[in-house]
């Protein structure tokens, strides 16, 4: 064999194991990447996990299983700037129902000025109001006692937060149902929002889903602009540009959101949904009239509406004792 061809083979060696070498690196770093960001992930899931002092809810006779059994999420959003972050009002409310066997949905919106009766005040206020006066956990029981269905899990997130994750997705595109202003919450600045698509920054995507006053249908409307909200910031989260950013969500997640939803449980329901559309996703409205003979305004829910939310939910819920039944 001639030297040249001793030289070349040899060349061609050097060359193969540079080509493996930068392949193991970039595989390690990767790999390392990965695990970095499963860690994040995990710890943020466990700095948000908040456990109800109650355990289960009164309206069940057993635990549900997330994976088996049909549940409820109330999703609450905090507005805690006029308090430092403790006990501040509730400005959205929302009840999920999820039931895994057929892999549906349903959201209802409880409009925040609902009338509820406080037993420790001995007179009615908003529903809104329960966060200030007990936090999650009288929430949760107003609501309940409002639906007469269960509550298994809670969310909260707070305003900071959800401004924060939109502007780490790169924002979020709506279609604005109509002109309108409102005010930001950072400066107290007019944003403008114009009929058609949109492209929103946090601080415009929360003033957007917020806004209720200049809405012709009222909270009605509002609630439709809160889903859209809902529905473009989950496909930002799961888009290929935002797949390297996971880590910093976690930790604006860890930061700003408290659910008594177990890590574990998490992940067996994102599983559970892979795939999960918005056409399996149905509204359930409350409907009501608008009262303010006391002087405050006040939304109050007609009795039979709140006969026919309470039946579709429990049917999704799968739930076929009465509230009589349960109590005993």
């Known amino acids: ?53 109650r355990g289960k809810s009164k309206y069940r006779e ?16 905090i507005e ?12 959205t409310l929302i009840v999920a129902t999820l039931n895994p066997k057929e892999k549906t949905m349903k959201l209802l919106s409880i409009p925040r000025d609902t009338q509820v009766y406080y037993e420790h005040l001995g007179y009615n206020s908003r529903i809104n109001h ?9 929430t949760i029981d107003k609501v309940e006692e409002l639906l007469e269905v269960p509550i298994d899990y809670y969310t909260t997130v707070n ?8 502007d ?12 309108f202003t409102e005010k930001s919450d950072v400066d107290k600045s007019i944003l403008q929002f114009t009929e058609g698509p949109m492209k929103l920054n946090g601080e415009q995507a929360l003033a957007y889903a917020r806004m209720r006053k200049q809405d012709p249908r009222g909270d009605f409307g509002r609630n439709d602009r809160q889903k859209q909200i809902i529905e473009a910031a989950i496909s930002e989260l799961i888009s290929p540009e935002n797949i390297f950013k996971v880590d910093k969500i976690a930790k604006e997640v860890g930061s700003n959101v408290q659910t008594n939803i177990r890590v574990s449980e998490g992940i067996a329901l994102s599983k559970l949904y892979a795939g999960f559309n918005s056409s399996r996703m149905e509204n359930v409205t409350l409907e ?24 579709i939910l429990k049917q999704h819920l799968e739930i076929e004792e009465t509230t009589e039944q349960v109590n005993e």
């Open 288 to 311: 009501g009239t608008d009262d303010t003979s006391t002087g405050a305004y006040y939304f109050i829910p007609y009795e039979e509406s709140i006969l026919e939310v309470r039946s």
């Open 168 to 179: 780490l997705v790169g924002g979020v595109e709506v279609d604005v149902p109509f002109d």
């Open 1 to 53: 064999m001639s030297n040249s061809r001793i030289e070349n083979k040899k060349k061609k060696g050097k060359r193969l194991k540079k080509v493996l070498f930068i392949f193991l690196t970039l595989f390690l770093a990767v790999a390392a990447y990965g695990a970095y960001v499963l860690f994040e992930t995990y710890q943020a899931a466990n700095e948000a996990y908040t456990e109800l002092d």
């Open 130 to 138: 329960a966060h200030a006066y007990g936090g999650k956990e009288m």
């Open 62 to 77: 057993k635990e549900v299983e997330i994976s088996k059994d049909p549940f409820s999420v109330l999703i609450m959003g």
């Open 159 to 166: 305003f900071e937060g959800f401004k924060n994750v939109i």
């Open 80 to 91: 805690d700037y006029s308090t430092g972050g403790e006990n501040g009002r509730t400005d």
